[in-house]
């Protein structure tokens, strides 16, 4: 039998637990179950532990098992982004990149960055998808998440901020002739309110005054997870909103919308990408990040 390596013994470990069974992993691989069977049984020799509990019937994986599988997970992923790197340094950056973006987000200044960064990157195929959902970055398997968000939890991923937007509350003149102009923002109880939230976030508006933050805890009458469907009841004189100003800022300049507030300061929305941690970037993973960076940082 054709000696089986290390590197050979993680992948046949990764199918297994994934395929739930040798026999589905040896299809996978595309070699013998004997084969899946005998790497399995060589990498528990090696590594001095049982990472499967297995009968006639049943195949269950033990602690050491998920430990080795999460271990395996990221060497191989190391490998295969080495692999990648090197073939990338000698030709031009090439394979394909799946990237997640806010909706409103992506449509408004990602799709035209995009259009630009396929005419000079030809060879890299994009697969871009855009939700104002949280996406996880590891099980849907991004290679680069763009999230808007004020700030970021802790996590094993890779974050760096490359902008930041400003929040501007702003209404539509008709509706401020008719409704009036709040000149404190605990007077937008009494208005009506359009809300940016997402499922299980709390209903609130933050302001400073001066250094003294303003937390306005509202009863909306229009919440949504798109901006743009709250833009649209903006326009409309539907009511006031707290909105990122890439999305108002030609309104404003045409006057169709009036900020309000303004002698009280709202807090900034970032822009942060995220990657895998325990990824290797790869070139054309590089080039897309530098070309985001460079287009839309502020330094």
């Not at 959902?133 to 974050?159: A, K, M, W």
Request: hydrophobic share 40%.
């Amino acid at each position: 039998m054709t000696k089986i390596n290390q590197l050979e013994s993680l992948k046949v470990l990764k199918a297994v637990v994934e395929c739930g069974s040798f026999t589905v992993a040896a299809q996978r691989l595309n070699i013998s179950a004997a084969r899946v069977s005998k790497s399995i049984e060589r990498l528990e020799i090696e590594l001095g532990t049982v990472l499967f509990n297995r009968s006639t019937r049943h195949m269950q994986i033990t602690d050491s098992g998920e430990h080795c599988y999460a271990r395996a997970v990221s060497l191989i992923n190391q490998w295969q982004g080495l692999k990648e790197e090197l073939v990338e340094s000698h030709s031009n950056p090439r394979g394909k990149l799946r990237i997640s973006a806010p909706m409103t987000w992506g449509l408004a200044k990602l799709a035209p960055l995009i259009d630009t960064f396929m005419l000079k990157y030809p060879e890299i195929m994009l697969d871009v998808q855009l939700s104002d959902e949280h996406v996880n970055v590891l099980e849907d398997q991004f290679d680069l998440v763009l999230r808007l968000t004020r700030q970021l939890p802790d996590s094993s991923l890779i974050g760096r901020k490359i902008t930041d937007y400003r929040l501007v509350p702003c209404a539509s003149p008709d509706y401020l002739n008719h409704h009036g102009q709040p000149q404190h923002p605990t007077e937008l109880k009494d208005h009506s309110c359009l809300m940016y939230s997402l499922v299980g976030a709390s209903r609130k508006w933050q302001f400073f005054d001066k250094r003294k933050r303003l937390d306005i805890f509202l009863d909306p009458s229009l919440v949504s997870n798109n901006s743009k469907l709250l833009h649209v009841a903006l326009l409309a004189g539907r009511g006031v909103a707290l909105i990122p100003d890439f999305i108002v800022n030609e309104d404003l300049a045409a006057q169709r919308l009036v900020p309000i507030l303004q002698d009280f300061q709202t807090a900034r929305l970032n822009l942060y990408s995220l990657r895998p941690g325990n990824h290797m970037p790869s070139l054309r993973l590089k080039v897309l990040h530098d070309y985001l960076c460079q287009c839309l940082g502020d330094s």
